[in-house]
C-alpha cells in the first residue's frame, strides 16, 4: 500500500475513533449534536479523500480505492447506495479483502437485507475463521432473521447464535462488544426457556452485559444500555433499570422509548404505592368483614385438612405481616381486591392487590400469566410457599418502598379458588432485543 493510502486509511481510523468516543470526548450539551458533528467531518473528509484519491487513480490500488470510499460513507447509520457501489467494486479486484466482505455485510444490514449480509460474513469467516467482528455480527445475522422459522428451528439458531458470541469472546476476552452480543444471546434465549433453567441463564446474561459495560465506550452505547435494563427489570433490580434507561436516553434523546418506558414504569410503581394504600380505606366495612370471614374460613378448612396427616409445608397458614422475607414454608390464604393496569405491558409480571383475613394488603406480582387469563378481583388465591420481597426505588427526588410476592411459577405456586392454573393460561414473556451490527 502507498504512504498516500496509508495516510487516508489512518484519517478514517481516526473518525470511526472520533464517532466511538464521542460522548467521551464532548460535553454533555453537545452529544445531541453527534450525528451532525460527525456528518460534517465525514464530508470534510470525503472531500480531501477523493481530491487525493483521484489525483492518483492510475497509481493506485483501485481495490483500496473502492474500499476507502465505501469504508468512509459507511459510518453513517443509514444506508447508501454509494457504499454498496464502492465497496462491491473493492470486492471485484480483490475478493478476499476481509474488511470490505465485513463493510457490505454491514451495508446489507442497514437495507435490512439480513440473508445477503449473512453471507457476508460468513464468506469472511472462511476467510479466517477467527474474525471476531464476523463472529458476533453474524450471531446477530441468526437472532434476527427468525421470520418463518418454527419456534424449534428458532431455539436452534439463538443457541448456535450463542455459540458464535462465545467464539468471539475466545478471540478477544477484553473486546467488550462481544461481551455484549453474547449478552443479548443469552437474554433472547432467557425468553425462550422455561422457567427452571432461567435463572442460570439470567445470571449468564447479566455477567456479559456486566463485562460489557466495564468498557466506558460501551458504557455509552444506547442499545446495550436499553437491553441491560430488560435484564434487570427481569430481576427486579428496578432502580438501575430505570438509571440506565436515563443513561441511555442522555446518549440517544432521539429515541424516545427510552424515556418513555422510564416514566411509564415510575408511574407503575406510584400506582403500586397508592394502591395498597387505596386498598386498605376503600373498601367498604361490611365487604370487608365479609372477605375476612370467608378467609379464615378457608384457613380453618386447610388447618383441618392438614392436621393429622403428613406435613404439606408444615400444615401452616400465615397472615401477610407473619411472613419473612423471601421463602416462606407456609400457605397464604388471600383475596384479590384490585389489579394494577399496565396498558403498555411494560411489566413482566401481572400486578395485582390481594388482602388476608386480617385485613392486611400487600402487592402481588405473577409472572408468565397470558392476559386476561389469570385470577380477577375478587377471587381467593391460596399460594403455596409465599415469597416475599421488600423493594426500595428511588430515582431523582422520587422514592418508592412497598413488599410485595413473587409467583414466577403458577402452575406450581398458587391455587385460584382452590382449583389449579391450568396451562392455557400460561406463557413465556416476550421482549424484543434491540439488534444492532457492530
Known sequence: MSTGLEIIRGKISDLYRYRDEYFLQTNEH???????????????????????????????????YYFLKGWLLNIRDQYDPNVFESLTKSIKFRPDNQQAWLELGECYFKKQQLNLAKNCFEKVLQLNPMEKRALRNLSIMLRSNQCGRSLEEKHHDIVKSIELAKKAVECDVNDSDSWAILGNAYLTLLFMSSI??????????????QKAINDPIVRTKSDVLFNYSTVLQYDEEFEQAIQCLHDAYRYDSEWLELTNKKQRLLNLFADICHGNKLDRTVIKAKKLSSIKEQLQSEESRLKCQFENKEKFFNGQTKLIDELCEKANDCLLVCRIVSYVSDPHNIFFSSIYITIDSRGHTI????YDLVKNKGPRPGDTLLIIKPYLKEYR???????????????????QEMLINNMPITKDCVAIPTINVTLKSD
Open 363 to 366: 402487592t402481588l406480582f405473577v
Open 196 to 209: 427452571g433453567s432461567r435463572s442460570d441463564l439470567l445470571d449468564r446474561c447479566k455477567s456479559a452485559y
Open 30 to 64: 453537545e452529544w445531541p449534536q453527534k450525528r451532525s458533528a460527525i456528518e460534517t467531518k465525514v464530508m470534510v473528509c470525503y472531500s480531501e479523500i477523493c481530491k487525493e484519491l483521484e489525483n492518483h487513480i492510475n497509481h493506485v490500488d483501485k481495490a483500496e
Open 393 to 411: 426505588i428511588k430515582f431523582e427526588e422520587q422514592e418508592f418502598q412497598f413488599k410485595a410476592l413473587r409467583i414466577v411459577d403458577p402452575l
